[in-house]
């Protein structure tokens, strides 16, 4: 699909390009870092009713891998 931006044509495709660009900027990393990190350590599958399920061993997991992929993407950037 094509629209038009400040009259010029522009490809649907280029303008996701042009909105998530900042997103592999080193700011943007740690961004994602953080963001990953904090939903990591404040959710913990309890959001979507996770914590009962396999004795709550299902939410843990869910957790303990954000918290995991936000130090590591974190840890890469600083």
Known sequence: MVVFWDNKK????DMMKDITKWT???????????SVLGLGL??????????????G???????????LVGLSTLKEQL
Not at 10 to 13: E, G, H, P, S, Y
């Open 24 to 34: 592999t900027t080193k700011t943007g990393q740690i961004i994602i870092g953080v």
């Open 57 to 67: 061993k299902v939410g843990m997991v869910m957790g303990a891998v954000g918290v």
């Open 42 to 55: 404040g959710h913990f599958g309890y959001g979507m009713g996770l914590e009962n399920m396999l004795g």
């Open 10 to 13: 522009v490809n649907n495709m």
